[in-house]
């Protein structure tokens, strides 16, 4: 009988998320890269709900969950504590959905931003309120079915585009901002690494699939996020100190298509509505210097 | 059981008390003579629940089934098999 | 050594005092004297602390809870619409059972707005499992604020140290300021039961379901009435060193008055007054001021009011749809008592109104009639009010 399971492992198995959840891989990810001196802030979600049914917990490093807005504040709390109390080589990690940091937790991120604080912020993005029963979020892409943008007679689907939110984390002048995705964890994880070597605001933004969100099969999590890297929906950039750095460009970008197509979400677009979404991918990666 | 003050949870990890390999409709099963020892399965299975080794170890107390490891397999080492049958 | 100190000073000179190691805190009228002292003596190096420069309410006891949690003493302070803005925080900061400590100048809310004191913004949030402890005058804020650390350091309790805005934030008075290696004796570092420490991995704030959810709640309601005993000795240790003390209510000329009037904060000074003066005149009349609201000390009450014919609440805060907050929690505590006194309640001093001696002697003398004929005619009254202008009067 093994008493503690993949011991290396700082989060135990045996949490509620589902079979093939994207999200909960980016957590693995994101211990891994950071270790075991970190002290977790982390927001209402997915994330805290499935890990933390008391009286039990999957985490092996310290960790609270407070409110849902609020994963920045808290973060910048025990940042300020750990430095009144003279304690080093702890990091203090904030943890939010695309929900709880772009939509309600933006007030509170862009204060720890302004203020400096040492805080590594990670966003794990699925793009929706996907917790609550995938509604959606300023992070939802255009055209995605959602339970609140659900296609109907006279409305169909998200009629907004992703809100930029590493550009604005990058415009209050975060040292470093990052964009990475769980299908490229060498590259997520040496972005955490080097964000949590800087002492002050980083931030972190990993595209994590949903398996029920997104309508996809539980085996497709990996494949659909390598896709929405290859079809330049989604790019892997860094921003240090205000420079741009592209770290992957795809050899050979591949229409936007492959990737909706794999996705029940947009099973619904009309071949217009494709090319509407491949023009905006196209201006998004003219914006970064891919072809 | 005791319960604490703010109901802090003092065992860290203690959720592996949960088999959650009780969800599985689809078991994975490495074919040893194709696995590489690369590993790659247990970086992309979110529980985790496949050791790295030549060959990978699937820990099927937690497996959830989910079929990433078969997806992802460079070498089409795994195959997902329905739960009970051998 | 004694000063000349306005009642934000005296807080802000507490929190100093008790060597708080973070500071969260966004200001607001009439409390912005408060965060503008802390920084300064953190500026000077007077204070060694972290402030942060918050940009919300609710950020500021969101970082205080993560720097409680993360094993540091902390200190906020907010009124009226910032309280209400963190009111969601104020449960889980309780929730989580950790000992922040709060200055409140009380302040009445929107809308319309109204920067002025009355009571109804630490009335709107009674509930949210905060020891709640009321000021009469910038002494009683010194020595309150100081002794709050220790409450709720012992108790796991966050403690909200309440005075009126303007009224006592901002007048000075003589304050006689303790010396700090006496506050050193008095107040040792916070040792926490429970910190965020990868040497010592615990999760906080879990999901708290139902099987478990209830008890969790009522092992709070249990610190709360721990919380009682507590205050209690804590008050006493407190006079013993500092030559003060408060008890959870004092009773002025009341033990043997048929009309005793009931209140919180600064209105007790103006009450006080009024008593002496009646009793110049040989007239019965006495106050029972209230210093702990929560929690709501009921035996003490009972002892206090019990033998009275009439009991007089004078309160600056109405729960719209009933009555004020003091009067039902004061009516609830008799509810089972056999010898129960008729209870009057005023409201008055809404948004900054002045009360002034009239009323309250308006007061006295209709709980005075209702000793006298056994009943009462109107249970809830307002003090002060312009009854033309409501049209409640042609």
């Known amino acids: 009988m093994n008493d503690k399971p993949f011991p290396e492992s700082l989060i135990a198995p045996g949490h509620g998320a589902c079979a093939g959840c994207g999200c909960i891989l980016a957590m693995r990810h994101v211990l891994e890269a950071l270790g075991k001196n970190v002290i977790i802030s982390m927001a209402t979600g997915c994330m805290e709900v499935v890990t933390t049914p008391y009286p039990e917990t999957s985490w092996r490093v310290p960790w609270i969950h407070v409110a849902f807005e609020n994963a920045a504040a808290v973060a910048s709390g025990v940042s300020a504590a750990l430095k009144s109390l003279g304690k080093k080589g702890v990091k203090s990690v904030a943890i939010a959905g695309d929900g709880g940091t772009a939509d309600i937790g933006l007030q509170a991120l862009s204060g720890t931003v302004e203020r400096g604080d040492d805080v590594l912020y990670i966003c794990y993005d699925n793009e929706g309120y996907m917790n609550t029963g995938i509604q959606r979020s300023g992070l939802t892409p255009f055209g995605a079915w959602t339970t609140t943008t659900p296609i109907g007679k006279v409305k169909r689907g998200e009629n907004r585009q992703k809100k930029n939110l590493p550009a604005i984390i990058a415009a209050h002048g975060a040292p470093y901002v990052a964009t990475a995705s769980v299908a490229y964890p060498v590259d997520f994880m040496n972005k955490l690494k080097k964000a949590a070597a800087i002492e002050g605001p980083t931030y972190v933004h990993v595209l994590a699939p949903c398996t029920p969100g997104w309508r996809i099969d539980n085996s497709k999590t990996i494949e659909v996020v390598r896709l929405a890297v290859l079809t330049g929906f989604w790019i892997l950039y860094e921003i240090e100190n205000g420079k741009l750095n592209v770290t992957f460009r795809p050899p050979k970008r591949r229409p936007v298509a492959d990737y909706l197509k794999m996705q029940g979400r947009f099973k619904h677009l009309t071949d217009a509505e494709i090319s509407e979404i491949q023009k905006m991918v196209d201006n998004q990666c003219k914006h970064f210097g891919i072809e | ?86 | ?394």
């Not at chain 2, 088999?19 to 985790?48: H, N, Q």
């Not at chain 3, 000075?172 to 965020?196: G, I, N, T």
């Not at chain 3, 249990?222 to 006493?236: I, T, W």
């Not at chain 3, 009010?385 to 409501?390: D, G, H, I, M, S």
């Open chain 3, 1 to 394: 050594m004694r000063r000349m100190l306005t009642g934000n000073e005296a807080a802000a000179i507490a929190a100093k005092l008790a060597r708080v190691k973070v500071i969260s805190a966004y200001p607001i009228t009439p409390q912005t004297v408060v965060v503008e002292k802390l920084s300064e003596f953190v500026a000077d190096g007077e204070l060694d602390a972290e402030f942060m420069k918050v940009e919300s309410e609710h950020s500021a006891l969101s970082a205080c809870v993560g720097a409680a949690a993360a094993g540091a003493r902390t200190f906020t302070a907010t009124s009226s619409q910032g309280l209400m803005y963190m009111a969601e925080m104020l449960f889980i900061a309780s929730g989580l059972r950790l000992p922040i400590v709060m200055a409140n100048a009380n302040r009445a809310l929107s809308a319309p707005l109204n920067i002025w004191c009355d009571q109804q913004d630490s009335m709107a949030v009674r509930d949210c499992g905060w020891v709640q402890l009321h000021c009469e005058n910038n002494q009683e804020i010194m020595d309150t604020t100081i002794q709050a650390f220790r409450v709720a350091e012992s108790l796991s309790l966050p403690v909200m140290v309440c005075y009126d805005g303007f009224i006592l934030s901002h007048t000075a008075e003589p304050v006689d300021v303790p010396e700090q290696k006496d506050v050193d004796e008095f107040l040792p570092p916070f040792k926490p039961q429970y910190a965020l420490d990868p040497e010592k991995p615990v999760t906080m704030g879990p999901m708290g379901v139902p099987e478990y959810y209830e008890e969790i709640k009522c092992m709070q309601q249990e610190a709360m009435r721990a919380a009682k005993e507590k205050l209690v000795k804590v008050d006493v240790e407190f006079g013993k060193k500092f030559g003060r003390r408060y008890k959870l209510l004092e009773r002025y000329h009341s033990d043997d008055a048929d009309v005793v009037l009931l209140t919180m904060g600064s209105l007790s000074s103006s009450v006080k007054e009024i008593v002496d003066r009646y009793r110049e005149r040989g007239e019965k009349v006495g106050l029972v001021k209230l210093k702990s609201f929560r929690p709501f000390p009921v035996e003490e009450l009972i002892d206090a009011l019990g033998h009275a014919k009439a009991v007089a609440v004078l309160e600056k805060n109405i729960s719209f749809g009933s009555a004020g907050a003091l009067f039902l929690d004061t009516a609830a505590s008799f509810v089972n008592v056999e010898k129960a006194p008729l209870m009057l309640d005023f409201i008055c001093g809404l948004g900054g109104r002045d009360v002034e001696a009239l009323q309250i002697r308006e007061a006295i003398r209709a709980a005075a009639r209702a000793a006298e004929s056994g009943e009462v005619r109107k249970t809830v009254r307002w003090l002060g009010l312009r009854e033309k202008l409501v049209g409640l009067r042609t």
């Open chain 2, 1 to 86: 059981m005791k319960l604490t003050a703010g109901a802090v949870i003092v065992e860290p990890g203690n959720a592996a008390k949960n088999k959650t390999g009780s969800w599985r409709a689809f078991r994975p099963i490495i074919d040893v003579e194709k696995c590489t020892g690369c590993g790659l399965c247990s970086i992309y299975c979110p529980e985790p629940a496949i050791h790295k080794g030549k060959p990978a170890k699937v820990d099927y107390d937690y497996c959830k089934g989910c079929g990433i490891c078969a997806n992802e397999c460079p070498f089409h080492a795994i195959t997902m098999v329905p739960e009970g049958k051998r």
